[in-house]
């Protein structure tokens, strides 16, 4: 199985910051990661897909790099309703691992 | 226009069956490169990937959940299927069913459905 270690588990920025997430792959995962957020009592939502393509109604200062086996994920200028938890997805391989999750916090 | 729920039992007891039901619309699962997945979260917890069913029929598994795990559909009733056998309280979590498309993640997400293992 591919691991995915994501950092840091948990982040606190205070509006307008700009924040990043990594996940690295025990592999090469081919650019294949997802971004998803989370908010409590709600579903994932798919932010990011293929490394750094927004899905539609992604805002623009979401956004996301990288290649082989490291991959990160930033916010620029914080809002209020991006506190949430964020998941990295490789789907690279079988079996697909989420990484352990990171929770923004507003300072 | 995308959408899936999913439904299951509630509350069922150790060593029993759990069999879930994934509604959707806005797409069909005999449509080359679908797929509807299964994903469940434990409260608090992280997100864990358990099995995946194609529009040609193809399962995968995750490993991890050895035997337990059966994946099936009703493409005429846009309906996907995930059994988990002999469960126990580790797999008390939420449930969901995503959209999937071939080399494109989980891009669409029922609300998911709280599953509860207790005697």
């Known amino acids: 199985d591919i691991q995915m270690t994501q950092s840091p588990p948990s982040l606190s920025a205070s509006l307008g910051d700009k924040v990043t997430i990594t996940c690295q792959a025990s592999?090469?995962?081919?650019?294949?990661i997802a971004w998803y957020q989370q908010k409590p009592g709600k579903a994932p939502r798919l932010l990011i897909r293929?490394?750094?393509t927004l899905e539609s109604g992604t805002p623009s200062r979401f956004s996301g790099s990288g290649s082989g086996r490291d991959y990160s994920f930033s916010i620029s200028n914080v809002e209020s309703e991006d506190i949430a938890s964020y998941y990295c997805?490789?789907?690279?391989?079988?079996?697909?691992?989420f990484g352990a999750g990171t929770k923004l916090e507003l300072k | 226009q995308v959408t899936l729920k999913e439904s299951g039992p509630g509350i069922l007891q150790p060593s029993h069956t759990l069999s879930l039901t994934c509604s959707f619309s806005?797409?069909?699962?005999?449509?080359?490169?679908?797929?509807v997945s299964w994903i469940r979260q434990p409260s608090g917890k992280g997100l864990e990937w358990l099995a995946s069913?194609?529009?040609?029929?193809?399962?995968y598994n995750n490993p991890s959940l050895k035997s337990r795990l059966t994946v099936s559909k009703d493409t005429s009733n846009n309906q996907a299927f995930l059994k988990v056998t002999s469960v126990d309280t580790a797999d008390t979590a939420t449930y969901y069913c995503?959209?999937?498309?071939?080399?494109?993640?989980?891009?669409?997400w029922g609300q998911g459905v709280m599953v509860t293992v207790s005697s």
């Open positions: 995503a959209h999937t498309r071939k080399l494109g993640g989980f891009d669409y």
């Open positions: 806005g797409f069909s699962l005999s449509t080359y490169g679908m797929g």
């Open positions: 069913i194609w529009w040609n029929g193809n399962t």
């Open positions: 592999q090469n995962i081919n650019k294949y």
């Open positions: 293929y490394t750094s």
């Open positions: 997805l490789q789907y690279d391989n079988l079996p697909y691992t």
